[in-house]
Structure formats: structure tokens, C-alpha cells
């Protein structure tokens, strides 16, 4: 179950799908554009903060922020319906990113999926501790795995309701991580 960098796997969903879990490639800027702004959408509206996202999550702009924060996919059918990145803040931390699932079909468990594949991935190459700015829509998603709000982190510049949360990595994480995979694939 292991994916290295640039390597493609399928997985197949309890919930009746079929997941592709690759890298960024920069066919995707589009679908990954799309996915990640209307995932701030809600939170952003008309602010100044707003005008930034859209300019920093353009299809023009978006292949350079896929690289920074180490982009992957998920498609269905050949199309892109789930994005995540991992901004780097050091060599140990990272920060879960632009985690956004196409609302058609969102609760299939593909954020689940590149939730758990991406810190699985991370924990290999030596990473020990997630940070995660994140809202009530997916906040459930990190607690599962111990993320604890932490208001020492500084605040997020995306939207009032997100919440700063981290988890160092573990045995007991990389566990968990590994036991939902194995709960969530055929």
C-alpha cells in the first residue's frame, strides 16, 4: 500500500469506488484550481484574503503552488476529484494543505483516503509532526487521528473558523493511519 513520489495507485473504496492516488501533474492545474478555491469560497467571499486565493489557486498559478505543497490527486473515472498538498515549514514539520473533495462526491472517504496515504508517505520520509489549519467540514476527519487544537500556532489568514490543530507522528499514528486504510479499501 506504500506509494512513492510519482507512483500511481488504485485503490477500491468500500463505499463502491475506484481511486486513482497519483502526484500532481500539471493537467490537473484546472480540476485542482477549481477544487481548492471553491473549498475557500465559503470562508473568503469578497475580503482582501479572497482576492489573494484567487490569484494564488489560478490554473495559471497553480502548478507552482502543487510543487511547493506536494500535490496529489485523487480521479475517478479519469477525473480529478480530490487534491492535497503538504506545505513544508522544516526537514520534521509539515502542514496538511488545500485538502478539498469535489462535492458530488464527497463522503465516499476519498479525503479519508489522501488524508491517510499523504502523513503515511510523510512519516516514511521522516517527518514527525502534521500541522493543519482546518474547519468544521473536515475537522472530524483530523481528530480521528489525534490532532489537537493547539491556539499557540499562529492563526490562520483563511477564514475566522479555522482552527490550528497538530499531532506529533507515532507509533500509535502510524497505526491508526494504517488501520483506517485497511477500513476504508476492499
Given at each position: 500500500?506504500?506509494?512513492?513520489?510519482?507512483?500511481?495507485?488504485?485503490?477500491?473504496?468500500?463505499?463502491?469506488?475506484?481511486?486513482?492516488?497519483?502526484?500532481?501533474?500539471?493537467?490537473?492545474?484546472?480540476?485542482?484550481?477549481?477544487?481548492?478555491?471553491?473549498?475557500?469560497?465559503?470562508?473568503?467571499?469578497?475580503?482582501?484574503?479572497?482576492?489573494?486565493?484567487?490569484?494564488?489557486?489560478?490554473?495559471?498559478?497553480?502548478?507552482?503552488?502543487?510543487?511547493?505543497?506536494?500535490?496529489?490527486?485523487?480521479?475517478?473515472?479519469?477525473?480529478?476529484?480530490?487534491?492535497?498538498?503538504?506545505?513544508?515549514?522544516?526537514?520534521?514539520?509539515?502542514?496538511?494543505?488545500?485538502?478539498?473533495?469535489?462535492?458530488?462526491?464527497?463522503?465516499k472517504?476519498?479525503?479519508?483516503?489522501?488524508?491517510?496515504?499523504?502523513?503515511?508517505?510523510?512519516?516514511?520520509?521522516?517527518?514527525?509532526?502534521?500541522?493543519?489549519?482546518?474547519?468544521?467540514?473536515?475537522?472530524?476527519?483530523?481528530?480521528?487521528?489525534?490532532?489537537?487544537?493547539?491556539?499557540?500556532?499562529?492563526?490562520?489568514?483563511?477564514?475566522?473558523?479555522s482552527?490550528?490543530?497538530?499531532?506529533?507522528?507515532?507509533?500509535?499514528?502510524?497505526?491508526?493511519?494504517e488501520?483506517?486504510?485497511?477500513?476504508?479499501i476492499?
Amino acid at each position: 500500500m506504500r506509494t512513492r513520489k510519482n507512483q500511481t495507485k488504485l485503490y477500491r473504496l468500500k463505499k463502491g469506488v475506484v481511486v486513482t492516488y497519483r502526484p500532481f501533474k500539471l493537467g490537473d492545474a484546472a480540476a485542482c484550481s477549481r477544487l481548492v478555491f471553491g473549498n475557500f469560497k465559503g470562508m473568503l467571499g469578497g475580503s482582501v484574503h479572497g482576492k489573494e486565493a484567487r490569484q494564488i489557486y489560478s490554473e495559471q498559478n497553480l502548478p507552482k503552488v502543487a510543487k511547493e505543497r506536494d500535490y496529489h490527486v485523487a480521479e475517478v473515472r479519469g477525473e480529478v476529484v480530490g487534491v492535497m498538498g503538504f506545505l513544508s515549514y522544516d526537514a520534521k514539520v509539515v502542514e496538511v494543505s488545500n485538502l478539498a473533495v469535489d462535492t458530488g462526491i464527497q463522503g465516499k472517504g476519498i479525503g479519508t483516503l489522501l488524508v491517510v496515504l499523504g502523513m503515511l508517505g510523510k512519516i516514511e520520509s521522516g517527518i514527525s509532526r502534521f500541522i493543519v489549519y482546518t474547519n468544521d467540514r473536515s475537522r472530524s476527519i483530523f481528530v480521528r487521528f489525534g490532532f489537537q487544537k493547539n491556539d499557540k500556532l499562529p492563526a490562520s489568514v483563511i477564514g475566522e473558523d479555522s482552527v490550528p490543530m497538530e499531532v506529533e507522528a507515532s507509533a500509535l499514528l502510524r497505526r491508526k493511519l494504517e488501520q483506517t486504510l485497511e477500513g476504508i479499501i476492499e
